[in-house]
């Protein structure tokens, strides 16, 4: 069993770079594939990274994904910031038998 | 064009029992596992448990074992999500997920006195 750890929240400017982390906390980042999903309020997730840097059709350029191993964490990184990318944003890997979700990082716009 | 479809808000009272579905279209349903996510009032995602529909092998979240049963009929693509007994602290956004890529639209259920 492993848990993902995200920081809470994370605010930035509009125009500017955001990175927000998830941290593996036993076996390794590199061992399962990792998603990222947008929720805004009151909607459904959607899937705006998949197999750790995979983007979906649709999303733009400016997401991206990575893993590094030497913190065993994955990272979304969300470049040219706009007002709609206020949301929460949650990791998530697996393994054969079992789903783990981080618990969200809320992303302030301002 | 991949298609979660999830069943509508249900409003029920403790210790009533609930299905909710999640009818599937546009992939080949025993192709994937379909998970249920749980997202109670005002907090994060939790995974509950999955179902692989090509011969119904299930696993579930510790803290949903023995509260839950995750079924599917692959004849009409649907996977269920079942409670036999419910209580308050069910009150929550459920969502079908396959392929940790595709989400249903979420079924509210709400459980009150």
């Known amino acids: 069993n492993f848990l993902l750890t995200q920081p809470h929240s994370v605010s930035e400017s509009p125009g500017k770079t955001v990175t927000i982390s998830c941290t593996r906390n036993?076996?390794?980042?590199?061992?399962?594939?990792v998603q990222w999903y947008q929720q805004r309020p009151g909607s459904a997730p959607t899937t705006v990274m998949y197999e750790d840097n995979q983007r979906p059709s649709g999303v733009p350029d400016r997401f991206s994904g990575s893993i590094d191993s030497s913190s065993n964490s994955a990272s979304l990184t969300i470049s040219g910031l706009r007002t709609e990318d206020e949301a929460d944003y949650y990791c998530q890997s697996y393994t054969i038998n079992k789903n783990v979700f981080g618990g969200g990082t809320k992303l302030t716009v301002l | 064009e991949v298609q979660l479809v999830q069943s509508g808000a249900e409003v029920k009272k403790p210790g009533e029992s609930l299905t909710i579905s999640c009818k599937t279209s546009?992939?080949?349903?025993?192709?994937?596992?379909i998970n249920w996510v749980r997202q109670m009032p005002g907090k994060g995602l939790e995974w509950m448990g999955k179902?692989?529909?090509?011969?119904?092998?299930?696993h579930y979240s510790p803290s949903f074992q023995g509260h839950v049963t995750i079924s599917a009929d692959r004849s009409i693509s649907t996977a269920y999500l079942q409670w036999s007994s419910l209580e308050a602290s069910d009150t929550a956004v459920y969502y079908c997920?396959?392929?940790?890529?595709?989400w249903g639209q979420g079924t509210l259920v709400t459980v009150s006195p």
């Open positions: 997920e396959v392929g940790s890529y595709f």
């Open positions: 179902i692989d529909p090509s011969d119904s092998n299930t």
């Open positions: 546009g992939y080949s349903f025993i192709d994937y596992w």
């Open positions: 036993s076996g390794s980042i590199a061992s399962n594939f």
